[in-house]
């Protein structure tokens, strides 16, 4: 039987440091972050995303702000939008909240901004400086898992580290970083075959594929640390019963808002792993604080503190 | 026993057909495209290098200037005079020959030079896209080895596909564009354990870390498809021979020059293998043609042909 690996310990850690150094710059040098979001049309999890990150950034002391555009923006004129935030001298980071609607090339957004604003790290250059093992932004998520292993002293050199998925906020960015720091890394997709046995080849294990306990105990060697960073929702009450059994929080959320959230690992997985990040309270939490320390970052990057 | 997969047929196809389309643009627009390498100090295998550019670029009708800077060359003056190329509108193409002396930081100094004009694909910029997967200049040694794959229908897709070496000019990208082709990749260095038996996992293996014969049969799964990258150099004759028995070639070698050039795969891998690429004679060859095709290529994208 493994352990829960959490996340809040160490996500509520490094958003005090934060705060500490926000509040210190604020009166040494009367400046504090700025970070802008931005938001096109009305998808409804990106406002809750966003919500979530402009209550961190007031708890922390960092100025926040959201633009929210129409759906129907022309791309020049949202682009001329960024333009004039990256012109801002009190803008330290940049947040073009994804998905945007499917009329818009993200990339041809998001490689509209600074690198150096570009808090979230997608931006080419970023991604670039991180294969390169250079300074630079690096993406939220796969710097929360890191941190994580290595606030717990999960060593991560010689390991072998199979990472499922292979999109660029996770998978990817995840698989250099794992290499630079020393780990055997593989990375699969939809188009791996003998998907359970390649994943129990796996000192540590990170699935982000976003499909709901689909990696059950035989994806998984015993005594390995498992990362969930999927996020799905499920509504069935009796399958949540058969998940979690009588968990109240589980059942508080069935009947306040009708599901529950719920990651890509099976909580099965618990008695074989030697860790297992919970989800919610897992890798989620120290997305959002690393977001915090990426536009602290910026903002003593552009000003040589 | 598996056959050589050789780079000659391809390379010289590539080659033939970046001649015509040269030949055709000084037809219809009275231009070709302009390449620039850059020596800094007198680092002979670097000579060597950029003459082999060099002669592939007379031969192709590609304009071609070598510029070779003394060792003690400041750095602004370096970047300053790498401005002068970027914004020279006959130069599509800025090579600079790698390992620079120690006192240059080769990062800053690739970073100085746009993106576009980085025919070498190892600008962040270029590399931030080729994770993204999304158009840009790649690496020249990596691209050649996906071109080798697929002219001689190799499917990667699906296919189990083991680097051994991380560096950017071939392992990381590498392990970017396989996992683009759908592969399913493990990147592995020095830190591995269990090299021989990770290895052995491989459908394709790819060895990148030049110490000649190193790889050998135990590395290598029955069937497997190995492509060699590592170059070294062998002059004791009995080894030589025990390697590579009377071969007419090597022994040429070692009266004229010294030494014979090597891989990092043992022969006596062919015996296992599907296929292997030669040294000399693999992908070495199609290095020159990516590079030629790339400084095509970047003539074309800054003109919209």
Redesign the interface.
Known sequence: MGSWLEGKTLANKIKEEVKDEVASYLKTIGQVPGLVGIRVGEDRASKVYLRTKERACEKLGIHSEILNFPEDISVSLLKSKIEQLSSREDVDGILIQLPLPSSFDS?EIITSMPPEKDVDGF??????????K?D?VKPCTPLGIIELLKFRDISI??K?VVIIG?S?MVG??L??MM?NE?G??????T???NLPQ?ASEADILVAAIGRGTFITPEFVKPGAVVIDVGIDSLSDKSKVEELFGKDKKRQEDLEKKGYTIIGDVHPQVIEKAEYLTPVPGGVGLLTVAMLMKNTLEAFKRRRDL
Do not use: Q, W
Not at 123 to 132: S, T, Y
Not at 184 to 189: A, K, S
């Open positions: 990339h931006h080419p250059f970023n991604l670039g400086n991180l294969l390169l250079k630079g050199e010689g072998r292979r660029i990817k960015p698989a250099a290499t020393n055997t890394v593989t990375t699969c997709h188009r791996t075959k390649v």
